[in-house]
C-alpha cells in the first residue's frame, strides 16, 4: 500500500495493475493484524527452514545451478506428508486449487513506473531528460506518468491524454502533430514572436541566440523552454550582462541555455571578446624556445 487506511487503502499502482494482469484481487491486510496474512506468514517461514536453511553452506557458481537445487528442495517440500491433515501439499493443491484456476495470460506482466509531471508552455512533459508532448489545451496541468522499457503513457484526472514509443535520447522532443494547436498564434500565450520581440528589447545578440535556438529546432515550441530560461536570466544579472554573454555565446557558436548561464555565472561576459585568445610570452631560463631545435 501506498497509504494505510482502515477503510480505503491506497494500493500501490503497480501492484494494482499486476492483479488486474493476473485477473485477481488484492484485500490489503489490516494494521498490526497478523492474523489476516497468516497463511503467507507462515508459507515464507516453511520455505526459509526446508529451502533456504538447506542450502546455507552451499556455494553455487550461477543462477542457473541455484534454480535447479531449489526445484529440487521444493518437490520435496510439496510431497512431504503433512502431521495432522492427510496427504501433502501437492495432493491439496491438485484436488481443491488446480481446478479452479484461470489460464495465464498470452503476454507476460511488464512492469510500469508512475512519475507525477506539469505540463509545460511548450505542451511537453519531461521524462529522463527527454519531452514527450501531450494536447497544448493542458498546457500547466498536473499529469501522471505512467512509462516502461518500451512505452509512454500520460494520464489526467485517470484518462490517458498521450501515449508514445519511449525514447532514451536526452534533451530530444517526441511530438505528435494533433497535439500542436491549430493557428498557434491565436492560441498559445507564447509564440516565437513573441519571444523574439521580447529578445530583440534586450539587444540583437539575444536576439541572435533565440533565433538559432528555434530554427534548429524541428518545431520552434520546442526551443521554447530554452528560450524562456535564456530571457529570464536576464531578470537575475540585468539585461546588459545577458547581451555581452549571448554576444560571446554567438561568437562561439554555442546557442545553449547552460552555456550562456555559466558565462553569467563566471564572469565571462565582463572580460574583452576582443582580447586576442594567444598566451603570453614567457621568459624563463628554461624556456629554451624554437631556435633551439634549428
Known amino acids: ?102 489460464p495465464l495470460p498470452e503476454s507476460h506482466f511488464e512492469i510500469a513506473e508512475w512519475k507525477n509531471a506539469k505540463v509545460n508552455i511548450d505542451y511537453h512533459v519531461e521524462l529522463d531528460r527527454h519531452y514527450y508532448s501531450v494536447p497544448y489545451r493542458h498546457i500547466h496541468k498536473e499529469v501522471r506518468i505512467r512509462y516502461t522499457k518500451d512505452i509512454v503513457e500520460i494520464f489526467l484526472k485517470g484518462d490517458r491524454i498521450a501515449s508514445h514509443k519511449k525514447d532514451n535520447f536526452a534533451g530530444g522532443h517526441t511530438t505528435i502533430k494533433e497535439h500542436m494547436p491549430e493557428g498557434h498564434r491565436e492560441h498559445m500565450e507564447w509564440n516565437p514572436s513573441r519571444i523574439l520581440r521580447w529578445a530583440s528589447k534586450i539587444g540583437s545578440s539575444t536576439s541572435s541566440v533565440v533565433h538559432m535556438i528555434m530554427h534548429s529546432r524541428r518545431h520552434p515550441e520546442q526551443g521554447y523552454r530554452s528560450c524562456l530560461g535564456i530571457l529570464r536570466l536576464g531578470k537575475h544579472y540585468g539585461d546588459q550582462r545577458l547581451e555581452a554573454a549571448c554576444r560571446r555565446a554567438v561568437d562561439y557558436e554555442e546557442y545553449r541555455y547552460k552555456y550562456i548561464r555559466t558565462i553569467l555565472e563566471k564572469g565571462l561576459d565582463k572580460q574583452n571578446a576582443d582580447l586576442p585568445d594567444t598566451q603570453p610570452q614567457l621568459n624563463h631560463r628554461n624556456v629554451r624556445g624554437g631556435t633551439y631545435f634549428k
Open 1 to 102: 500500500m501506498t497509504k494505510p487506511n482502515r477503510y480505503d487503502p491506497d494500493i500501490n499502482p503497480t501492484y494494482y495493475e499486476m492483479a488486474l494482469h493476473y485477473g485477481t484481487a488484492i484485500l490489503p491486510a489490516r494494521v498490526r493484524k497478523p492474523r489476516d496474512k497468516a497463511k503467507a506468514e507462515v508459507g515464507v517461514q516453511i520455505v526459509e527452514r526446508w529451502i533456504l536453511a538447506a542450502l546455507r553452506n552451499r556455494t553455487f557458481f550461477n543462477l542457473h545451478q541455484l534454480n535447479q537445487e531449489i526445484g529440487v528442495l521444493l518437490e520435496k517440500l510439496n510431497e512431504k506428508p503433512f502431521k495432522k491433515l492427510p496427504g501433502s501439499r501437492r495432493c491439496w493443491f491438485n484436488a481443491d486449487e488446480k481446478p479452479v484456476l484461470l
